[in-house]
């Protein structure tokens, strides 16, 4: 199977910071990646949808402002998370799939923790 | 709306046989998905069903009948290693994933 490589897979930070987080399709390109966050015993929660050179569409409920996502290529899309709050801390998972028909493969998490 | 439905948990016994169920109700359908997920980690990809029938894998199958909105996963000879959690997933119409809430199975020796 392809490869996604997220980085960090974890990381703390202080309330009121920016966090970003890396995703890469490492062995294809990728023309569309997802982004989701999954609480704790919950299902995963897509937030926002990506495809190379155009902007995200983020779900209902989700701040485009506070998450910002880029995707500049098709082997690399980065998710911030802007002015961080303890609310926001969450298990960050991203994917990324070669066309609409194919499975998406996903990256190894990012455990965020706000303090 | 879009719904998924699988049961939240199941147990069974090491060396068994577990078939777990997933239906569905999407405006279209592209393709059903089943992925497995350990504590703490992201999912792995399991099997992919766009075709009536069973597609089999080693030890894990999935079965499926469009007409009836019906999926299931058949996990054989199981092992310690297979508590994990379970998800199907639909591609709808526009090719989006609609996520199920994942069957959580347990193990038991």
């Known amino acids: 199977g392809a490869v996604v490589s997220q980085h960090p897979s974890w990381v703390i930070c202080k309330s009121g910071t920016s966090v970003k987080i890396e995703c890469r399709s490492l062995d294809f390109q990728a023309t569309t990646m997802f982004w989701y966050r999954q609480f704790p015993k919950q299902s995963l929660m897509l937030m926002a949808t990506s495809n190379e050179g155009s902007k995200a569409t983020y779900e209902q409920g989700v701040e485009k402002d506070k998450f910002l996502i880029n995707h500049a290529s098709l082997t690399l899309s980065t998710l911030t998370v802007t002015s961080a709050h303890p609310e926001d801390s969450s298990f960050y998972i991203c994917?990324?799939?070669?066309?609409?028909?194919?499975?998406?493969?996903f990256g190894q998490g990012t455990r965020l923790t706000v303090v | 709306g879009q719904n998924i439905d699988q049961p939240t948990e199941m147990t069974a016994t090491e060396g068994a046989i577990v078939q777990i169920n997933c239906t569905y109700q999407t405006s279209g359908f592209n393709g059903l998905f089943w992925y497995q997920q350990h504590a703490g980690e992201a999912p792995t990809f399991l099997s992919y069903n766009v075709l009536d029938g069973l597609e089999e894998k080693g030890r894990f199958s999935s079965f499926l009948s469009r007409s009836k909105g019906y999926s299931y996963l058949l996990l054989k000879e199981l092992q310690m290693k297979d508590s994990a959690s379970y998800l199907c997933?639909?591609?709808?119409?526009?090719?989006?994933?609609?996520w199920g809430a994942g069957t959580k199975l347990i193990i038991k020796p």
């Open positions: 994917s990324a799939a070669r066309g609409q028909e194919t499975e998406a493969f």
């Open positions: 997933a639909v591609k709808d119409s526009n090719y989006q994933l609609i």
